[in-house]
Each structure stands twice: as structure tokens, then as C-alpha cells.
């Protein structure tokens, strides 16, 4: 590093050349050694960040094919019925759950309360008959598990189910399934969910697919920008050493 000295309005000075201060401002001043570190540094830095992104999409692309979680997918089953709000009655942690048959919904005692719940893997859900609105029944929509036998106008626990696999169960009353008297019942953890995929532990936080929000990442993509960041920061720097040379690099003592 050279010492220069210089005069002024008559006063003598001594700065070095690099950061220095002159009168009353700072100015800065480059010689090549230091421009070259520079320049070499924030083409590392440039690698060094496109790497990490590079690794970052890998693992985004790769991925362990888990489920992104989120509400149970009853598809169209329930989108009729007019007790049905899109909630779910969590009732896990329960050895079982009581559902009402013969609830206010649907034009009258035509509904099953609550229309959609959650219990656990083991756990048992008793079917408990209000005694009004008829003669009903419980039975699986498809080949479900579950089948009351024949409506019957009763009160009280007139059928009971304990579920031993993961799932999504919906059923009807089958005298009155023009009436939209539907329900379903959600199973342990392992079930479809509305954003596709299955249920996870605990119900977690929904995350964000880049894709899905219209932002894929590309591997290859950033590894073309990381080259040509180091490309261009190569020529770059070559330009200046040749022929960008500041006047403030020049001179010795005067």
C-alpha cells in the first residue's frame, strides 16, 4: 500500500491509497490486488447462492411424497345437506361418540347430528334415535360397515359401530335419502383430504405447494443462472483490470 502526500488550501496530508480521507469527505479508491479480491468474492457468493438454490429445488422436486394434510374430502356427499356447515366435530381422544338420528334439518327431523364427525382408530360411535321424524336407519353408502337393519321410530341407542380401519365413511337413512338425511364419519388419520393426499398426525398445518402457487422451480434453470453469473462476473472483471483503471491507482509521492 503506497503513502502519498498532498496539500490542501495549505495544509499537508497523508493518506494511504484505499479508503482514505481527503478534506471533508470519505472517497474510496481501488487498487487491481484489491479489485480482483472483490470481484472473486462476489462471484463465490454468486455460486455459492445459486448452489443453495439449486439444492433447495432438488429437494422440493424430489420431495417424500407426504401429504400436505387438510379437511377430510366428502366430495359431493354432503354439499346437500342443510346442517352440514363444512365443520367437522373433532371427537378424537374419545373411547366414543354419540350421533343423533332424527335431528332438525333438511325441511324437519331429517338430519344426523352432527352430520360429519371425527373419531379415532378403535373407537366406538353409538347411534342415538331422537324419536322423531319417522322411522329411520343407518346405513353405509356403498359397501361401508355400517347397517342398522330396518328403520325403526324409537328413542334412544338403538345401534353402535366400533371402526378398526383409517377412513371416510359415509352413510344415509334410507327412507328418507331424498331428504339429503346423510352423514359421514372420519376415521383415524390415514383418509382423502380436499387438497389431496391423506390425513396427517395431529391434523397439521397445511404447506404451500411453489408449484401450485404458479412458481415452479427448475434445477436445471438455476444452474444456467449460476453460470452465467459467474461469466459475466469473470468478463466484468477482466474489463476493468484492463481498461478501467482509476487515475486515483496511479502516481508515487509528489
Same mark, same amino acid.
Given at each position: 500500500m503506497r503513502t502519498v502526500n498532498t496539500k490542501d488550501n495549505g495544509a499537508c496530508w497523508r493518506y494511504s491509497v484505499g +479508503?482514505?480521507?481527503? /478534506?471533508? =469527505?470519505?472517497?474510496?479508491?481501488?487498487?487491481?490486488?484489491?479489485?480482483v479480491r472483490t470481484a472473486g468474492g462476489v462471484a463465490g457468493a454468486s455460486a455459492a447462492a445459486s448452489a443453495t438454490g439449486a439444492a433447495v429445488a432438488q429437494e422440493e422436486e424430489g420431495g417424500d411424497g407426504g401429504?400436505?394434510? /387438510?379437511?377430510? *374430502?366428502? /366430495? *359431493?356427499? +354432503?354439499?346437500? $345437506?342443510?346442517?352440514? *356447515?363444512? =365443520?367437522?366435530? !373433532? &371427537?378424537? %381422544?374419545? !373411547?366414543? &361418540?354419540? @350421533?343423533? @338420528? %332424527?335431528?332438525? &334439518?333438511n325441511g324437519g327431523a331429517f338430519g344426523f347430528g352432527p352430520p360429519a364427525i371425527h373419531v379415532d382408530n378403535g373407537a366406538t360411535v353409538q347411534f342415538e334415535w331422537t324419536g322423531e321424524g319417522g322411522r329411520h336407519n343407518v346405513v353405509s353408502e356403498g359397501e361401508g360397515p355400517l347397517d342398522s337393519g330396518s328403520a325403526v321410530e324409537t328413542t334412544g341407542v338403538e345401534y353402535e359401530h366400533t371402526f378398526e380401519e383409517d377412513g371416510i365413511y359415509p352413510y344415509y337413512c334410507v327412507p328418507h335419502e331424498s331428504l339429503n338425511m346423510k352423514g359421514a364419519i372420519v376415521v383415524g388419520t390415514d383418509y382423502a383430504t380436499a387438497g389431496g393426499g391423506s390425513g %396427517? #398426525?395431529?391434523?397439521? @398445518? =397445511?404447506? +404451500? *405447494?411453489? =408449484? #401450485? &402457487?404458479? $412458481?415452479?422451480?427448475?434445477?436445471?434453470w438455476v444452474g444456467i443462472g449460476a453460470g452465467l453469473a459467474m461469466v459475466v462476473s469473470t468478463i466484468f472483471t477482466f474489463y476493468l483490470l484492463k481498461y478501467g483503471e482509476s487515475a486515483n491507482t496511479k502516481g508515487g509521492n509528489n
Amino acid at each position: 500500500m503506497r503513502t502519498v502526500n498532498t496539500k490542501d488550501n495549505g495544509a499537508c496530508w497523508r493518506y494511504s491509497v484505499g +479508503l482514505y480521507k481527503f /478534506g471533508p =469527505e470519505f472517497r474510496t479508491s481501488m487498487n487491481r490486488r484489491e479489485f480482483v479480491r472483490t470481484a472473486g468474492g462476489v462471484a463465490g457468493a454468486s455460486a455459492a447462492a445459486s448452489a443453495t438454490g439449486a439444492a433447495v429445488a432438488q429437494e422440493e422436486e424430489g420431495g417424500d411424497g407426504g401429504s400436505s394434510g /387438510g379437511p377430510p *374430502d366428502y /366430495g *359431493d356427499w +354432503l354439499s346437500s $345437506v342443510s346442517n352440514f *356447515d363444512g =365443520e367437522t366435530v !373433532d &371427537a378424537t %381422544g374419545q !373411547d366414543s &361418540a354419540t @350421533v343423533e @338420528v %332424527g335431528t332438525q &334439518a333438511n325441511g324437519g327431523a331429517f338430519g344426523f347430528g352432527p352430520p360429519a364427525i371425527h373419531v379415532d382408530n378403535g373407537a366406538t360411535v353409538q347411534f342415538e334415535w331422537t324419536g322423531e321424524g319417522g322411522r329411520h336407519n343407518v346405513v353405509s353408502e356403498g359397501e361401508g360397515p355400517l347397517d342398522s337393519g330396518s328403520a325403526v321410530e324409537t328413542t334412544g341407542v338403538e345401534y353402535e359401530h366400533t371402526f378398526e380401519e383409517d377412513g371416510i365413511y359415509p352413510y344415509y337413512c334410507v327412507p328418507h335419502e331424498s331428504l339429503n338425511m346423510k352423514g359421514a364419519i372420519v376415521v383415524g388419520t390415514d383418509y382423502a383430504t380436499a387438497g389431496g393426499g391423506s390425513g %396427517g #398426525e395431529g391434523g397439521g @398445518v =397445511e404447506t +404451500l *405447494d411453489p =408449484e #401450485e &402457487a404458479g $412458481v415452479p422451480i427448475q434445477p436445471h434453470w438455476v444452474g444456467i443462472g449460476a453460470g452465467l453469473a459467474m461469466v459475466v462476473s469473470t468478463i466484468f472483471t477482466f474489463y476493468l483490470l484492463k481498461y478501467g483503471e482509476s487515475a486515483n491507482t496511479k502516481g508515487g509521492n509528489n
